[in-house]
Every structure is written in structure tokens, then in C-alpha cells.
T-cell receptor, first 111, second 117 residues
Framework: DAKTTQPTSMDCAEGRAANLPCNHS???????VYWYRQIHSQGPQYIIH???NNETNEMASLIITEDRKSSTLILPHATLRDTAVYYC????????????FGGGTRLMVKP | GAVVSQHPSWVICKSGTSVKIECRSL??????MFWYRQFPKQSLMLMAT?????????EQGVEKDKFLINHASLTLSTLTVTSAHPEDSSFYIC?????????????FGDGTRLSIL
């Protein structure tokens, strides 16, 4: 699986958009970008994933650059409950492949 | 959406005790389940991969005789920590996946916090 690089921590004001970057310059053509988050003392929660097109769901938007070497997770209106560690993971969407978690970005949403 | 239930959520026991943790997929069939361990302020580390009906595959450094994994059905996997000691205290998390539907993401349980006295 391609390695990812994320900032260690970020702050965001409540109600503002939170933009979390991820670099994955060695991503392969068949690797997807997955985003999970982990709220304190809970298991990781799936947020969104994509291959090359931008994706949006009820939780977030995923913007992938044209060369696929980086992506940004956007939480459009961050709330205090969005405070968590956000993990960007790239992997093939294949049967049985485990997820390899890096350090993630610790997002602190402040009032 | 897909739900994975993990039980118990929290357990405290004496050193030398064996502890069983259950992981259930509630609304889908999990052909594959993964078991992770997370120490304070660290990321998740994969311990083992289990496929329904076959033996688990353990990551390097994880003792298979200490961490017994059973995946006897498409909705249940169990992790038994045998003769637990204080150094086994950690946050154990399972995830479930249906390899026949590989476009769907893995879903995680809420974890089990194990404290060995």
C-alpha cells in the first residue's frame, strides 16, 4: 500500500469548514483513497473513499487532485463532535486487504 | 449502514485470566475479520486476519497461542487473550469485511478496553 503523509494536528473553528490534507505521491492506479476517523475511545468510523473523481456524502467531501498524488477531506461545517483523529489510507479495493493506519491528523474543533 | 458490534466494551480482570472478546457483523456477512490493538497515544496495529472457516493469519510478533482467534461463522469472530498479563492491557478493535463485495469499506467495532491487574 502507498504511504501517506498527513499533518500531525490541526485546529478548526466550530461552524467553519475543516480541510484535512493528505499526500500520497506513490499511489498506484488501482489504489483507492480511504478516510476514517477515530473519536476518543471508539473504533474507527468510515467517512468516505474515492479513486479519482471527487466524492461527496452526508459526512464529507473528498477532493482528489488530477495526478492523484494528494487529496483533501472537507468537513463543510465542523462541529465539536468532529474532534477526532482522521486517517487517510490508500489501498487497493481488493478482497481481504487490511487497512494500514499511520499517525493521522488530530483535528481539534474549537468553539 | 453496516454495523459491527463488539463485546464487551470494557473488562478488568486479574493476571492469569483468559478473556474472550466477541465481534459480530449485524447486517452483513463478514467473510474476513481483522483484529487490531491500540496502545495509548498510538495508532492501530494489525494483530491478525481471520477468514471464515479457516485459520487466522497472524502478524509478525503476535503470538498465535496467546491470542486465539475463531471465525466459525459469517457473522462472528472471537479473540481470546489467554493467561493475560498487565502488558496485554490495551484497546482491542475488530473490523469486518465481505470480500465478495470488495467495493464496500471495512467497518469497525467500538473496541474493547482490556485492563489486566
Amino acid at each position: 500500500d502507498a504511504k501517506t503523509t498527513q499533518p500531525t494536528s490541526m485546529d478548526c473553528a466550530e461552524g467553519r469548514a475543516a480541510n484535512l490534507p493528505c499526500n500520497h505521491s506513490t499511489i498506484s492506479g488501482n489504489e483507492y483513497v480511504y478516510w476514517y476517523r477515530q473519536i476518543h475511545s471508539q473504533g474507527p468510523q468510515y467517512i468516505i473513499h474515492g479513486l479519482k473523481n471527487n466524492e461527496t456524502n452526508e459526512m464529507a467531501s473528498l477532493i482528489i487532485t488530477e495526478d492523484r498524488k494528494s487529496s483533501t477531506l472537507i468537513l463543510p461545517h465542523a462541529t465539536l463532535r468532529d474532534t477526532a483523529v482522521y486517517y487517510c489510507i490508500v489501498r487497493v479495493a481488493d478482497a481481504g486487504n487490511m487497512l494500514t493506519f499511520g499517525g493521522g491528523t488530530r483535528l481539534m474543533v474549537k468553539p | 449502514g453496516a454495523v459491527v458490534s463488539q463485546h464487551p466494551s470494557w473488562v478488568i480482570c486479574k493476571s492469569g485470566t483468559s478473556v474472550k472478546i466477541e465481534c459480530r457483523s449485524l447486517d452483513f456477512q463478514a467473510t474476513t475479520m481483522f483484529w487490531y490493538r491500540q496502545f495509548p497515544k498510538q495508532s492501530l496495529m494489525l494483530m491478525a486476519t481471520s477468514n471464515e472457516g479457516s485459520k487466522a493469519t497472524y502478524e509478525q510478533g503476535v503470538e498465535k497461542d496467546k491470542f486465539l482467534i475463531n471465525h466459525a461463522s459469517l457473522t462472528l469472530s472471537t479473540l481470546t487473550v489467554t493467561s493475560a498479563h498487565p502488558e496485554d492491557s490495551s484497546f482491542y478493535i475488530c473490523s469486518a469485511f465481505d470480500r465478495r463485495n470488495s467495493n464496500q469499506p471495512q467497518h469497525f467495532g467500538d473496541g474493547t478496553r482490556l485492563s489486566i491487574l
